[in-house]
T-cell receptor, first 116, second 117 residues
Framework: AQTIHQWPVAEIKAVGSPLSLGCTIK??????LYWYWQATGGTLQQLFY??????VESVVQLNLSASRPKDDQFILSTEKLLLSHSGFYLC???????????????FGSGTRLTVL | AQKVTQTQTSISVVEKTTVTMDCVYE???????LFWYKQTASGEIVFLIR??????ENATVGHYSLNFQKPKSSIGLIITATQIEDSAVYFC??????????????FGSGTQLTVMP
């Protein structure tokens, strides 16, 4: 069975400090991977999308960057955090192609980020 | 612009009753996918059910079903025999193909469902 693991579970960081959030998917080869951001009480906003190792597309950058160094790993980072980066970050995966489950996104448990 | 609209911000029902949550969408795509997700109090996002636009039959999974009205661009979620643990925020979402060919899942603003004993 596939599993998706996000780390860390929560972070409290200072404005201007760097950030790195991670996500690992096990049990699926070559998944599509996504980063989403949710402000408190808000909707989910897609940030990045990756269909293969080394390739990442930006949807909304928010002064963040993403990388996919391995087939099963997706990293979200920034060198300087802003107050507006606070929120809930979710990683998700999907499969391309045909089939009842294709193209449905499945989410990790998320990382709560507080920037002070 | 392609978007997903949920006008009901919150709904309260008594357990064991049926509830319907509304969602309307706008898209230029001739083929698209619609989804409903649930976000629990812990923040977990759980996939519930989907409707492929080319399918005429309304999807059903367990006590979740959809009311798909394509001419009205509407995809309602129906939960029958509600339980206390159905209390959550429910998001409607639509797959959109972006200008670069990549695709996004666009979410509505969510509906908070409270199921009371």
């Amino acid at each position: 069975a596939q599993t998706i693991h996000q780390w860390p579970v929560a972070e409290i960081k200072a404005v201007g400090s760097p950030l790195s959030l991670g996500c690992t998917i096990k049990g699926k080869s070559s998944p599509n991977l996504y980063w989403y951001w949710q402000a408190t009480g808000g909707t989910l906003q897609q940030l990045f999308y990756s269909i293969t190792v080394g390739q990442v597309e930006s949807v909304v950058q928010l002064n963040l960057s993403a990388s996919r160094p391995k087939d099963d790993q997706f990293i979200l980072s920034t060198e300087k955090l802003l107050l507006s980066h606070s929120g809930f970050y979710l990683c998700a995966w999907s499969l391309e192609g045909l089939g009842a489950s294709a193209e449905t996104l499945y989410f990790g448990s998320g990382t709560r980020l507080t920037v002070l | 612009a392609q978007k997903v609209t949920q006008t009901q911000t919150s709904i309260s029902v008594v357990e064991k009753t049926t509830v319907t949550m509304d969602c309307v969408y706008e898209t230029r795509d001739s083929s698209y996918f619609l989804f409903w997700y649930k976000q629990t109090a812990s923040g977990e996002i759980v996939f519930l059910i989907r409707q492929d636009s080319y399918k005429k039959e309304n999807a059903t999974v367990g006590h979740y079903s959809l009311n798909f009205q394509k001419p009205k661009s509407s995809i309602g979620l129906i939960i029958t025999a509600t339980q206390i643990e159905d209390s959550a925020v429910y998001f409607c979402a639509m797959r959109e193909v972006g200008a670069s060919g990549s695709w996004q899942l666009i979410f509505g603003s969510g509906t908070q469902l409270t199921v009371m004993p």
